[in-house]
């Protein structure tokens, strides 16, 4: 499987492109057996075909961020979001970057410190059932293209919900072209279930954003 997304999405358009009996061969896999994208594929993250239609800041920019704010970034890959969000913080800001995979760990960490911003980020190299974050700490949490990647999501927002401040916000935002995508209803369901108070939604051609409150 591995091998057939790496060849996919090595002739892709998009770099996350799929096409016909391809396409659904690997989005069926993925439902299968949700599972991180393979570090070895962790340059697709940041190809110039995804930024066509994926801009860090107008993407983090709907999700209210503020200055000297807490933010969790679940799932942060090779930190392409985790840059602009420790900017977004500014000085007195906290982002806590998590990611299963070490190799995705160590590129967006290299990616901080070129950016002299390593003191508004930590890394932690971990999953999202166990955060090392303490109860109702966090203002925001973010979750890019994530959790169509985790087996149970269900416990994966137990958690997100653990650590997020009541009143804080949880933004959800999937990508149409991810392998992993979860469908807007899909996500929607899991949050209310998981004790989230739904907030809005912003589409785009290849893109959905979510925002969903956390209620004391």
């Known amino acids: 499987m591995y091998r057939l ?19 659904a061969t690997v989005r069926a896999g993925w439902r299968m057996n949700p599972r991180p994208m393979p570090g070895q594929f962790a340059g697709l993250l940041d190809h ?19 200055a000297g704010m807490t933010v969790l970034d679940g799932g942060c890959g090779t930190g392409l979001f985790t840059l602009e969000m420790a900017r977004m913080v500014g000085k007195t800001g906290t982002v806590h970057a998590v990611d299963l995979q070490r190799r ?17 980020v930590q890394f932690h190299h971990c999953g999202l059932y166990q955060l090392p974050l303490a109860d109702e700490s966090v203002d925001l ?4 293209a994530t959790l169509g990647e985790v087996p149970d999501p269900y416990l994966a927002m137990a958690e997100v919900r653990r650590v997020t401040k009541p009143g804080g916000r949880v933004a959800l935002s999937e990508e149409l072209l991810d392998p992993a995508f979860v469908s807007a209803a899909a996500n929607k369901r899991i949050m209310a279930e998981s004790g989230f108070r739904y907030g809005g939604i912003v589409r785009s051609v290849f893109a959905y954003s979510m925002i969903f409150f956390r209620d004391a």
């Open 5 to 23: 997304l790496k060849a996919i999405g090595n002739i892709s358009m998009l770099g996350f492109g799929f096409a016909g009996t391809a396409e």
């Open 48 to 66: 110039k075909w995804r930024l066509a239609y994926r801009n860090p800041g107008e993407t983090l920019g709907q999700f209210g961020f503020e």
């Open 104 to 120: 995705c760990i160590e590129l967006a960490s290299e990616k901080v410190a070129v950016a002299k911003l390593t003191d508004r």
């Open 141 to 144: 949490s973010v979750l890019i």
